[in-house]
C-alpha cells in the first residue's frame, strides 16, 4: 500500500492536467458542439475498417464545402479509473468503457548489469510475465546514446518505454549506468500521454535507484481492472462503431504527442510513400532498419499502418490484418515466422539476412525486396508522381491556411489519413462495382478512374485482385505489342 503522503505530489503524470471545473475551460480541441453547426450540415459517416475511425464532409450553409470532421474514439481526456461519474458513453458494451479507461497491466524498470546484460530490475505487478521486455525496452545499440523511446509487443500487449544512459564515476558500472522505465497496456492508444513521466521517471532511476515509489503510486492510480475472459488476458482491442461513439478520428493509431510524426514521415521518404503504400496495402511484412535511437522509427511503422486505412464496410475482412510490431530484436524471430503481415523496425543488421521473415527490407531511406515478383513496385510511374504531387499540394495548402490563421481545426495527420484514405476507397469502391457488374472486366479506363497507371500498376492490380479475392479480368493493352 503505498502512502498518501507519496502519492499526492506524484499524481501529475499525463502531460495533460485534469481539467479545473472551478476555472475557464482550456483552449483545448473539443467535439463539436450541435449550437456550433447550426449553419451546416454533416454528410454521412463512413467507419475505417478495423480502426473505429470515421470522416465526415461538412457543408455550408450556401452549400459549399467546408471543412472535414474526424470522429472515433478518445477525443476527450479519460478519467482515472474509481471515478465517481456518469456513464461516459451510454450504448457501448461495459467492456468497450473499459478500454477506454487508463489499462496500464504493468510497470517495470529494466536495467544494464555489467555481468549479467540487461535484466528486469523490478516490476509490478510482481507475478506478470515480462520475458523478454529486458530486451524490448533498451534497443541493440542504446549504449552508443544518451536517451531514447521505444514502443513494442510483447504478446497480446504493447508497451512503451523510455530509456536513458547517464555517466558515472564507477568502475563496476563500467562508466555507464543505463536504465529503461517503462508501462504496458493492452492498446497503444494512450501510451503517448505517459511519455513525459516515463522519461522523468528514468532520469530519477538513474541517479536515484531502487526509489520506486513513484511507479507504485502511478501502477496503482492506473492499473487496469481487466475483464473476465477466462484467462484476464486482453489479445485485441474492439472495434469502434461510429453509430455507438464519434469522437476523434485516430487515437489509436495517434502514438505522438506532440503530433508532427505525419510531416516527419512525408519529408524523409518523400515520393517514396507511394512505394510503401502499396507494399501496405498488399499486406506484405515490411521491416525497417535503422540504428538507434528507434523511437522516430517506431513512429514510421505507425504512419506506414496509417497507408492501408478503408472505410468501405466488408473490403478486408479476408486478408490479414496489417499490424504494427513496433521495435523487434532477435528474440522476435520465432514470432515473425507465424506473421503474414505486419510492420516492424529493428536496429539489428543480422534481420537482412533472414530473408524468409520479411517481403520488404527497408534501410534507413533505401526500400528494397528480394521478391521478385515486386520488384516493379519498386518502380514509380507518373500516377504515383501525380498522386505524390497532390499530396504535397494539400499539405502546403494546410500549412498556408493555417499560417493566416483560417483553419486552426486541421493538422497534417489528418490530412495524411483522409489522402490515402480516400485513395484507398476509390479503388475498392471501383473494384466492387466492376466485380458486381454483368461484365466483371477491367479496363484501362477503370484503372485511370481509380489513380493508377493502366501500364506501371499492372502488376499492383494484379496482386491486389489476388489478395483481396476481386473475382476481375484485368484487361489492359499492352503498349508492346501492335
Known sequence: MVEQSDRAPLLDWEEIPPPD???????????????DSAAEKSAPTDTAAGTGWSTAVVVKGDGSPG??????HGWDRPQPLGTDRNVPFPGLSVKDQWEEKDQIVAVFVVT?????????????????????VEFKSMASGSHRITSDFIYFRKGGYFGLACFANMPVESELERGARMKSVGILSPSYTLLYRYMHFLENQVRHQLECPGQYSPLEAFYEDKKAILPPTGNGLVTACPTWSVTNISRCMHPEMKITHPAGC?????QFFGEQIMVLWKFALLRKRILMFSPPPVGVVCYRVYCCCCLANVSLPGIGVSVPELRPFFYIN???????????SYVACTTEKIFEEKKELYDVYIDNQNVKTHRSHLQQLLRLNAADK????????????????????????????DLFILFFMELNNRIFQTLSE????????LTGEHVRAMGLDPQGDRAFLADLLEVYGFDVTLVIDNLCCP
Open 67 to 72: 471543412r472535414t470532421e474526424l470522429s472515433g
Open 262 to 266: 505525419m510531416s516527419q514521415f512525408i
Open 21 to 35: 471545473p472551478n476555472q475557464a475551460a482550456q483552449p483545448t480541441p473539443q467535439p463539436p458542439r450541435e449550437e
Open 330 to 340: 532477435i528474440a522476435d524471430i520465432s514470432a515473425l515466422e507465424t506473421e503474414l
Open 386 to 413: 501525380e498522386k505524390y504531387r497532390k499530396l504535397t499540394e494539400q499539405r502546403q495548402l494546410l500549412l498556408y491556411s493555417q499560417e493566416v490563421g483560417e483553419d486552426c481545426t486541421s493538422n497534417e495527420e
Open 112 to 132: 544494464f548489469d555489467t555481468r549479467s546484460g540487461n535484466m528486469i530490475e523490478w516490476c509490478l505487478p510482481h507475478d506478470i510475465n515480462l520475458d523478454g
Open 434 to 441: 466492376v466485380a458486381g457488374s454483368a461484365d466483371p472486366t
